[in-house]
């Protein structure tokens, strides 16, 4: 654990990463561009209040990892989680009985509630 007067300081790994600004050029990434980074993660309107609690978990998990980066591990497991949830809801009692998200998503996909995934510059989906 951070000391007392450590806990509100940047986690250390974050010194290393970068951001292309367009007024300052290339400086160290701060909180602000940490955290609007985050606040441009919303939902869609109109998504169930559940969803959007279990979502801001995740998001409050994301912006606490400027803090301590182990904390991101937090964050994309509660991103997991709400999109199965979200998922179930949307999906209804089929994919309920589904096992594991990847069935979820995949059955969104057939029935165009979700786009496929595309190839990324690296050659992952995404």
Partial sequence: MKTYAEAL??????????TDDPVDGLRPLSFRDHYDMV?????????PDVVV???ARA???LIYGWLDYELMVV???QALASLEFALKTRL???AKKMPGLARRLGYAVDRNILSPPQ?????DDH
């Fill in 92 to 94: 209804g009692a089929d």
């Fill in 119 to 123: 190839k990324s510059q690296w050659g």
């Fill in 75 to 77: 964050a994309a497991g």
């Fill in 39 to 47: 606040a441009d993660l919303e939902l869609p309107a109109g998504a």
């Fill in 59 to 61: 998001l409050n998990a």
């Fill in 53 to 55: 609690r279990i979502y």
């Fill in 9 to 18: 300081e940047p986690d250390a790994r974050y010194r290393i990463v970068m």
